[in-house]
């Protein structure tokens, strides 16, 4: 009488799983590849890292983990089994901690079917700590002047249950490959230095130095970055969601672009209203800046976009250099008189702005930056 032997093999169903303390439950997925119609039995035995008490490597005895055996038990037909390993939670900011999870085979034979660990029946389990600190800069960028000196950055520590003390760094310098302001090595101090937050510190602020001149200089710009020294790592500190922070330094003698008023006026048999743009002085780069014309708020003296002006955005370039200060703009109007529709006076509004491209060119928008066309017949 020869017997069919059916091998079904089992197996972790991922290399590591993870759970944080606060979940108190860590869920476990065991897999077979292949089909029974008789139940079985797997063991899944949890062991601590070597060497046991080496930050990172969990504890268990029901110090980090409970470290007693669990049982996979497969029902007939059933190819996967959910089990729950219990995690402890406690008070201490502490790094990821990992253990060792291996599988074994209770009933190996079992009508004649042979139950196999596979290539997968080894697994680790990470512990995240739920008291972690998280550190992290208070805005994305901040803007100083020259003369300043300095710039006061705010580095936040949202602690939750860490009390203890700890030590981050903070490194300035300059990203030529994710900015479009470059600050040089004269223009702010270069270095990595130590922030050290003492006991329940919450917030720490940083001066970092910028060194003035007497150029006249578009805007520049360099970064700052947070750093987690190894030993702060392996007390539970990490960097939250603002780790970078951007500086903006301004010259103090700025350019400003405006319109040369706020009345307008244009003449609808024309076909255009002339306005003027005026820079208050010379910059040392070229830049851009954009009219848009709008409606204003209806009235029974509003203009009909389409109809009564232009729907545009009209570009206005200050060459590098460039003297003279003052450039005349035409708007469209359209002319709806000739077909019978003519109107009473019709009023739009324009409004100025510096393109993207021109954020670093130092020159900044004045008053007034917003103005009104009438438009007559």
Same mark, same amino acid.
């Given at each position: ?80 089994? =959910? %089990?729950? +390993?219990?995690?402890?939670? @406690?008070?201490?900011? /502490?790094?990821? $901690?990992? !253990?060792?999870?291996? *599988?074994? &085979? ?98 720490? =602020? %940083?001066? +970092?130095?910028?060194?003035? @001149?007497?150029?006249? /200089?578009?805007? $520049?710009? !360099?970064?700052?970055? *947070?750093? &987690? ?99 005349? %703009? ?12 003519? $109107? ?34």
């Amino acid at each position: 009488e020869i017997e069919d032997t059916h091998i079904i093999h089992v197996n972790f169903s991922q290399a590591t799983y993870s759970a944080e303390e606060s979940d108190l439950m860590m869920i476990i997925t065991v897999q077979a590849v292949g089909f029974s119609i008789w139940p079985y039995s797997v063991h899944i035995n949890p062991m601590e890292n070597m060497p046991v008490g080496r930050p990172g490597n969990a504890k268990g005895n029901g110090i980090d983990f409970v470290s007693d055996t669990l049982i996979a038990q497969f029902s007939s037909g059933v190819s996967q089994v =959910n %089990v729950s +390993l219990p995690v402890v939670m @406690d008070q201490m900011t /502490e790094p990821t $901690e990992v !253990f060792r999870l291996f *599988l074994t &085979i209770v009933n190996m034979h079992n009508n004649n079917i042979l139950i196999e660990p596979g290539a997968n029946s080894i697994a680790n389990g990470e512990i995240l700590d739920s008291a972690a600190v998280e550190v992290y800069f208070d805005q994305s960028e901040y803007v100083v002047k020259e003369s300043d000196g300095k710039v006061l950055v705010k580095i936040i520590a949202d602690r939750q249950n860490f009390f203890r003390a700890f030590s981050v760094k903070i490194r300035t310098f300059v990203n030529r490959t994710s900015k479009p302001c470059y600050a040089s090595s004269s223009d702010f101090y270069q270095r990595t230095q130590v922030v050290r937050f003492t006991k329940r510190q919450a917030i720490k =602020n %940083v001066d +970092l130095l910028i060194y003035p @001149d007497d150029l006249v /200089e578009s805007v $520049e710009a !360099f970064q700052v970055t *947070l750093q &987690i020294p190894q030993k702060s790592s392996m007390k539970g500190i990490h960097l939250g969601r603002q780790r970078t922070t951007t500086v903006f330094i301004h010259d103090d003698i700025s350019v400003q672009v405006k319109f040369t008023g706020r009345l307008y006026k244009g003449v609808e048999a024309d076909g255009v209203a002339s306005i003027m743009v005026m820079s208050t002085g010379v910059a040392s780069v070229s830049y851009t800046v954009v009219i848009t014309s709008t409606e204003v708020s209806p009235t029974s003296t509003s203009s009909d976009r389409g109809n009564d002006f232009a729907i545009v955005s009209t570009l206005v370039t200050f060459a590098e250099g460039d003297t003279s200060l003052q450039k005349h %703009v035409n708007i469209s109007i359209p002319s709806n008189c000739r077909y019978g529709a003519c $109107e009473a006076d019709r009023i739009f509004k324009v409004t100025l702005s510096l393109t993207t491209d021109s954020t670093c060119s130092g020159v900044i928008t004045g008053e007034p930056n917003e103005a009104t066309i009438i438009v007559t017949l």
